[in-house]
């Protein structure tokens, strides 16, 4: 197995999204500046994605929660790294937004301690335009693996 695999398995919290525009102009966070997110890198080749927008966000949503959904993304599927390149390619299997089932996205990773830092390497269409989208995770502790874990076992019981 890859260095840059084993690097990448394990469970990472979003620290901040930020999207830079193609022609020029100020960097924006869609998400608010505070979001919420989830990466999960398992051993067995799959991975799985959940983004929230931050409560400064949500707070705008209308009656129906339209303004929340579309605060929300999410994609699973199989993943591979390109050590060469320091790339890794989600093959999206299911997604919050079903146009990106069945496509790929990857994304430019570097780390820094428990810090692990994403870029588009294709651009995305974010509000009508052409940008790059700039990831930072941080490496969740066994601690709060363990808690997550505890958590889900009382859920499970719970049903």
Same mark, same amino acid.
């Given at each position: 197995?890859?260095?840059?695999?084993?690097?990448?398995?394990?469970?990472?919290?979003?620290?901040?999204?930020?999207?830079?525009?193609?022609? =020029?102009?100020?960097?924006?966070?869609?998400?608010?500046?505070?979001?919420?997110?989830?990466?999960?890198?398992?051993?067995?080749?799959?991975?799985?994605?959940?983004?929230?927008?931050s409560e400064e966000i949500?707070?705008?949503?209308?009656?129906?929660?339209?303004?929340? +959904?579309? =605060?929300?993304?999410?994609?699973? =599927?199989?993943?591979?790294?390109?050590?060469?390149?320091?790339?890794?390619?989600?093959?999206?299997?299911?997604?919050?937004?079903?146009?990106?089932?069945?496509?790929?996205?990857?994304?430019?990773?570097?780390?820094?301690?428990?810090? +692990?830092?994403?870029?588009?390497?294709?651009?995305?269409?974010?509000?009508?335009?052409?940008? #790059?989208?700039?990831?930072?995770?941080?490496?969740?502790?066994?601690?709060?693996?363990?808690?997550? +874990? +505890?958590?889900?076992?009382?859920? #499970?019981?719970?049903?």
């Amino acid at each position: 197995m890859s260095t840059l695999k084993n690097e990448l398995i394990g469970s990472w919290r979003l620290l901040s999204y930020i999207e830079i525009p193609l022609r =020029g102009g100020d960097s924006y966070f869609p998400l608010g500046k505070s979001p919420k997110g989830l990466l999960l890198y398992g051993q067995d080749g799959f991975m799985s994605l959940q983004l929230s927008a931050s409560e400064e966000i949500s707070r705008v949503e209308d009656k129906n929660n339209v303004r929340s +959904l579309q =605060g929300y993304m999410a994609f699973s =599927g199989k993943y591979t790294v390109d050590p060469n390149y320091a790339h890794v390619t989600c093959f999206i299997d299911t997604s919050s937004f079903p146009l990106w089932e069945g496509t790929k996205q990857v994304r430019k990773v570097d780390f820094e301690g428990d810090v +692990l830092f994403q870029k588009t390497v294709e651009p995305i269409m974010s509000d009508g335009q052409q940008v #790059h989208g700039y990831m930072t995770w941080k490496r969740m502790d066994k601690e709060a693996e363990e808690d997550l +874990l +505890l958590t889900e076992q009382v859920v #499970h019981f719970e049903v």
